[in-house]
Structure formats: C-alpha cells, structure tokens
C-alpha cells in the first residue's frame, strides 16, 4: 500500500534485474556478532530490509557462511563513538561500528544503497557524524495535541503508556536509519504533568523501545515543576528560584527518580522566561543561573541541559533581545548546560539573518535550532524544501574568530571551541497521519535536517537526491524533475511572501499561515506612503547590526553593500530606491510575488508529467497539494502586492499588468 508511512524506509524489491540477481548471490544471510540490545535491532533491520530488497527470506544466522552480512562493533579510534565501515569482503559484507550505534547506522546505509541500487563495487564507505547532538524537538501536548503541528495529532499515546504501539518502533527506526540519537518528546511550553511520578513508568517504556534503536529520551521540563507538583501535598513548595534549597532538593528527588526508571534519560530541555513561561527571572536569578542549577543535578547522571534562548520581549526590537541577554552570559553556563538558539534573531522565518548570538557565545556549548516543521514556511499546503535555507545558515561566517571563521556549521558540531556539548536540534514535523508529516513532500526535511545534523557539508542536492530515490525510486525522470521542484521551492516561497528579508507578514497571534501585513507593522516593517522597511543599522537604526563582527556591521550597516535579500531587514527604504538589478525596490516586490506564483503554477505543472511514473496513490495526493499550494500562493501575491499599492499607489509598469 502506498501511503506514504514507510517514508523513505521502503525495502521494495530491486526493479534491476541484473543487479537483484547480483545481490541474491552476494547477500545470502545476516550474522549479528554481539549481544546489545542496539546490535540486534541492525540484525532485525537487516533481514527486514534485505528480504524486501531481494525478495526472499534472509534470516539471522549465528555461524558466518559464504555471502554473509556481518554486523558488529570493534575499536577503531578513527572513527569517533558513532561512525561506522561498510565493507566488501570476497565471501561478505562487513558492517562495523566503533559502537553499537555506529554499527547501526551502518546498517541502515548499507540499505539504503541497495534502496539505491548502487552496484556492489560501490558499496564500501566510512562515515561518522559531525555534531555529537543530533536531537529533535516535539512540541507535544498532553492532550496530544502539537503546537505548530500540522500532520494530525501526536505519535505518543501519553495516557496509553506504558502500553505501547507498534508505531513507537517505526519512529524509532526512522530516527535510527538518518542517524538521530536524541529526542525531546514533549512542548518546550511544558506541562509539568510530564514529571509527575505517575507518568513516569510510561515514559520509561517509551525509551526502552527508543533505546533499543540508539535514541536517548528528554523531556521538556517547566521550571515551576516544584511549584505545580507539590500544590497538593500538605506543605507545598511555593517558589521555583534556583538558589532555594527546597526547590533545588525537589529537583534532585525529581532526577533521581527519573534516573532509576530511565538509567540514559538524555536530560531537560528548557524554555524559560519566554512568552509567559516561569523561569528564574521571577527570582531575580539569571539564565545562567537557573540553568546550572539544573545541570549541576544532571552532570552526576551524564545526564544535560539545554536551555533555550529564545526571549524576545521587551525591547523595540525583537531582533535584537536575545543577544542583549544571552550575550552578557558567555561563560557562565556548566560543561554540561548547552544553550539552544535558534538559526536567526526573530523566529523561524523563511529569510533572517543568521542569529548573531552565534560567534558571540564561544565559551558556552550551544546548538542551533532548525524548525522543520513549516510554521512561517506553510504548514502542509507550501512546499517548502528547507535544506537549502539550512546550507546558507551553517555556512555562515560569523568573522568573530580568526580570518573569516568560525562558521555557524564550525561551532555546533564542536570545531570552532573544541566542545562535545554542541549539535543541532530540530523542531520535528511529526504527527499520527498516516504519512507521518502531513504531506508526502515534508517528510524531505525530516529526512534533510537528519542528514545535514550528520553533515553539514553535504550538498542540497546531493541531500534531496538521496531522499527522492530513497523515497520515489531511481527513475530518471521522477529524480530529475521533482529535484528541480524542491530545489526552487524555498525561494519559490520567500518571493510571494517575504520581500527582500522583511519576514514576518502573517497575523503574530495567528496560526502564521496567510497573509496579514498590517498586522505586523513595527514588528517587522515600518510602512510608509513613502517607502518600507526596518532600521536596525547601528547609525540611524535599532542598533542590531551592531551585534556583529565589524565585517558584517560593514556590510549590513551599509545600503550600498547589504545583500538584497536582506536589504529590508537591515534598512527602511524608498520605494523607488534602485536595487542592483536596476529596478526599483516597488517594483521588485511587485514582479517577484507574481513571479513567485507562476513558479507554484510551473511546479503543478511538472508534478503533472510525472503521472505514470509514480505510484497512482502518491501521485494524487501530491498532486492535490500543489492544487491547494497553487490557491494560497495566489492569496499571498495579491495580499502583499495589494497591500504595497496601497501605501505607494504607484502603478506597477510590465507587461501583463493592466489585463489584471
Ligand atoms: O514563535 C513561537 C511559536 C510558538 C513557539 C515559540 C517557541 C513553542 O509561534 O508556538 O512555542 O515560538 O519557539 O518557543
């Protein structure tokens, strides 16, 4: 059945004839050496993902014949706790961790170059991850709802547990087979519900079958815990300030029993002080503080903490908050506190700069947090394929070190400050439909973000290859033209609804879906009759380009040299100023949501000549969501172009316009 919940996990036979018969003669059966619980689930992938491919039984056998796959672990100081060897022996394949994990991941590469029909000469490598923390971010509710989730209702059955589903094992694997080792499986608005002792032993079953697949459990944590936790009891803790011994004594009564059921509980993830939620700012007390507070508890368990920076109240600028915060705390944070923050200094929109918080923390361990889940990206009508956007961020070059480094990708897989304690963290686009992402297309940046927290320096198109052959099969065609699609898509987005880096045109208290820019005037543009835009030069503006090394406060300072797609985040600008390619900012605005709609009209277009060539279920469903992706483009183009006529009332000049 075609439905899409095998994702890219589909062992369908090898359509090669030649090359099926070539990998019945090589791969005969499986020999798992070694007893972990993680050696097992490879020797179980294994055989479920050979028998598939090829076709017939390939079972687990104990004794190692002629035309085996062997998977195991032996040391190998070359390549790090996680990588793993692929290689072609003349009577086998040998799969080989430096851990059980590494031998893992080595299985499921080893699938998926069959899934990809590479010949057998081909199939050696040596891999091994570049960020230690490779975590996604649920943002569940008890009530299974998910905050930003547009793919139905959670996966975690909370009031099920410790019953569990046999769901919970494909989540794990799919984590497992791109490499994912850690998982926050509740909102970082965090109901403190999910500590209370009851709750405990389910969660305890739920990381036991992540367990079995390499996967670490975090929870959320909300930092009045103590506070909600003991309102029953008959002398309830009152306060959540860090520096309380009461508070801190619940705390450590809390993790040593989170610890007994959980023994690799991976730790807490915090949002604290942010958009309501309680934190130690309530006591006075720093970020620093209240994070090490927690940590400090943790430490003793090889437990972490990762505390989230994401504030942004306050100031005028929205832009500016979190640096002015997190800035003054460089080097306060324990070896096993990591700050999270997110790629840019707004919110997830589809153009920001990149976050100046990173190159302006290099003495606190800190990871990036993506949003794969499409919030200001489309939830599950756009497509959006965010790897490229991802490249352009890790790329980044802060020029806070020496020369032009470190990059953003330098300092989270640990490079630029020589850290463990970095990674990359994404807000996941899961949920129970029966895809898994709500769209067929949005499980590629499940699938991207995975592999680019595993490399950053893979390319965008070596990433969104990899996932529509996984996914669609090896057909030249299909490869060819859906790579296209998805590789325009997420600048096919930004020219309809986000001119030249101004972001933010979607009602702030909404759902971030449609169009609604006279709601976020101040926030994100200054709209005139005369022009639009944001000051945030540090000479006439908000001062946020100053919160950058002096080679990019040079470059965004400066109405000459800014980057066009940033030109509108860094400066208010007439609308008749010239842009580099000679129009006028109006008229840039103007062409580019109308082209940006012609573009979702093309990629409806191309998706239809695919008909045939995919399977009649996955075909459809795509295809009506270009259908839908084709009447909300259209939306967003007259509501911003409209809404620019307004103020300017200048007349769009082009072909075209006047039969509108
Ligand atoms: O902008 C906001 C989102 C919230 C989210 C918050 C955050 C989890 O709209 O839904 O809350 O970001 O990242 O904390």
Known sequence: NEDGYDLWLRYHLVADSNLLSRYRDAFTHIVVQGNHVVLRSAGAELARGLSGLLGRSIPVRDQIGKSAVVVGTKVDNTLGPEGFTIKRRTDRVEITGAGERGALYGAFRFLQQLQRQRPLERLDLTDRPASPLRMLNHWDNLNRSIERGYAGKSIFVWDELPGLRERYVDYARLLASVGINHTVINNVNASAEFLRSERLPGLAALAGVLRSWGVRLWLS??????????????????????????????????????????????????????????????????????????????????????WRSFVHEGFDDWAEYEYRVFHPLDGQFHANAVVQTKNGPIDFQVR????????????TNQMIELQVTQEYTGHSTHLCYLVPEWK?????????????????????????????????????????????????????????????????????????????????????????????????????YESYTSPLGMGYLTYPLGSHFAPAPTTT????????????????????????????????????????????????????????????????????????????????????????????????ARYADIAATFDAHVIEAERWRDTIVSYFYGFSRIVPTGTGWLQL
Not at 236 to 247: E, G, S
Request: charged residues 20%; proline residues 5%; negative net charge.
């Open 221 to 306: 944590a909300n930092y009045a815990a103590p506070i909600t936790l003991t309102a029953d009891q008959p002398s309830p803790i009152t306060v959540a300030d860090p520096l309380d011994t009461r508070v801190q004594q619940w705390w450590q009564d809390k993790i040593d029993e989170i610890y007994r059921l959980i023994p690799d509980f991976g730790g807490f993830l915090v949002k604290a002080n942010s958009e309501g939620q309680p934190g130690p700012l309530d006591y006075g007390r720093t970020h620093a503080e209240g994070a090490n507070m927690l940590a400090d508890r943790l430490a003793a368990y090889d437990g972490k903490l990762v």
């Open 352 to 363: 920001e700069p990149v976050n100046p918080l990173f190159g302006g923390l290099p003495r």
């Open 392 to 492: 352009s961020i890790l790329g980044f070059q802060t020029h806070t070190g020496t020369g032009s480094g470190p990059t953003v990708a330098d300092i989270v897989t640990g490079l630029a400050y020589d850290q463990e304690n970095v990674g990359m963290a994404g807000v996941v686009n899961l949920g129970d439909d029966r895809d898994w992402t709500g769209y067929q297309l949005g499980a590629a940046n499940t699938h991207g973000f995975a592999r680019l927290a595993w490399n950053p320096k893979l390319s965008a198109d070596e990433i969104v290859t990899d996932w529509i052959e996984l996914t669609f099969g090896g057909d030249r065609q299909v490869v060819s033209v859906l790579k296209a699609i998805m590789l325009r898509s997420w600048s096919t």
């Open 521 to 616: 005037q101040n926030l994100s543009h200054h709209t005139t009759a005369e022009g639009t835009g944001f000051d945030r030069t540090a000479a006439t503006g908000s001062g946020f380009t100053g919160l950058y090394a002096e080679h990019w406060q040079d470059i965004y300072g400066s109405l000459a040299n800014c980057p066009d797609e940033l030109l509108l985040f860094m400066h208010w600008v007439p609308y008749t100023h010239r842009l580099r390619s000679g129009k006028t900012m109006i008229q840039h605005i103007y062409d580019s949501h109308f082209d940006g709609y012609e573009r979702v009209v093309e990629f409806r277009r191309a998706w239809g000549r695919l008909a045939g060539r995919v399977d009649q």
